[in-house]
């Protein structure tokens, strides 16, 4: 054997071993319109990227049944037949349709997956918003109670024409319990997933708390306050997310469903519970409803946490985080 061939087999073996060795992987990638994160802990690399690319495989699945942006989903089909009569739909999208309608109730209708026959005339890239004459006339299709959603088969129909859902506030959140629930599935006990704003903790960082920042709504990089995590569902939604300014009017995407308009009074909310689909939706629901609301509600739901960032950028701790949300902050100070 020549000495480059002994090198080479060598190399092989080497690299073979750190290939076995259990480490962190990390991966991004753009699905469902956000950037989503992956952190695991595996035993093999080689395992760890499997199940990597089961849960990127599961997002892109779910967002090819949720997206309102194609036209083939399942959510456009049936926002362009529901009105007509009652339409056979699949056991996840009525899974997630029922929890959406449980968020709305809890919250008064603050959370309406209606709002989009209005939402869908915003388009915050491009600095659109409804006309006040179509505001009046389409405001009337916003109501969660216009969806009618029935089991066996599972079937929704629209009660009046000209009413449209989205699943914006929700999905995503919906699409990080699956990623996780896939990640154990694999054997994984360590890890991260999130979506834009919508994350779970499985476990811990091996011994650590994972560590998540509260971000400074006017500050990409300034950090509020530091949450320390394991085993946990955690949302943000933000009016600094997607938005544009029009005569000194910030125009967000977190709409109230009563008038239309972008929802005032906060800045942030944070959401803390067990799982994603319920944090994704509350965190969207408490922005509506305002501090007071919001808190009133963080406090009756068990299991339930949250952060409220105000207008004057003050922070609001609900009470299970007491103690430990407001050292986290000062020590930031
Ligand atoms: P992100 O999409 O940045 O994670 P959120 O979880 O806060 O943000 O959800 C905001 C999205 O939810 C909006 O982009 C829109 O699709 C949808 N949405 C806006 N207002 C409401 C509302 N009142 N109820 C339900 N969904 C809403
Ligand atoms: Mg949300």
């Given at each position: 054997m020549t000495r480059a061939v002994v090198w080479l087999l060598l190399l092989s073996l080497f690299s073979l071993g750190a290939q076995a060795q259990a480490q962190w992987l990390q991966r991004s990638a753009d699905i469902m319109g956000t950037r989503v994160v992956i952190q695991l802990w595996s035993e093999s690399v080689g395992a760890g990227e499997v199940a990597i690319e089961a849960v990127l495989e599961e997002l892109r699945r779910i967002d090819r049944a949720m997206s309102p942006f194609r036209s083939d989903s399942e959510l456009s089909r049936v926002n362009q037949q529901a009105a007509q009569g009652a339409v056979v739909i699949s056991d996840e999208l009525y899974g997630v349709l029922a929890r959406a309608q449980q968020i709305s109730e809890l919250s008064d209708g603050a959370?309406?997956?209606?709002f989009a026959s209005v939402g869908h005339r915003y388009d915050y890239r491009r600095g659109i918003r409804p006309s006040e004459q179509q505001l009046e006339q389409l405001l009337p299709m916003i109501d969660y109670q216009h969806l009618v959603l029935t089991p066996d088969p599972p079937r929704l129909a629209f009660a009046r024409p000209g009413v449209r859902i989205d699943l914006g506030g929700i999905a995503k959140g919906y699409a990080v319990d699956r990623g996780i629930a896939i990640l154990q599935q694999h054997g994984i006990e360590h890890a991260l997933l999130s979506a834009g704003g919508d994350s779970r903790f499985l476990g811990d960082r091996r011994g650590r708390l994972w560590r998540v920042g509260v971000r400074d709504p006017d500050d990409k990089?300034?950090?509020?306050a530091l949450l320390p995590l394991s085993n946990t569902a955690l949302s943000t939604s933000g009016d600094y997310e997607r938005f544009f300014i029009q005569d000194g009017e910030r125009y967000h995407h977190i709409l109230n469903p009563r008038s239309g308009r972008s929802a005032k009074g906060l800045r942030s909310v944070s959401v803390l519970g067990a799982e994603a689909i319920t944090t994704d939706a509350l965190s969207t629901a408490l922005f509506v409803l305002g501090r007071q609301a919001a808190m009133a509600l963080v406090e009756r739901l068990p299991g339930i946490e949250a952060v409220l960032v105000d207008t004057e950028g003050r922070l609001h701790f609900s009470s299970g985080l007491g103690q430990a949300g407001q050292s986290a902050a000062a020590a930031l100070d």
């Open positions: 959370f309406d997956i209606t990089a300034g950090i509020r």
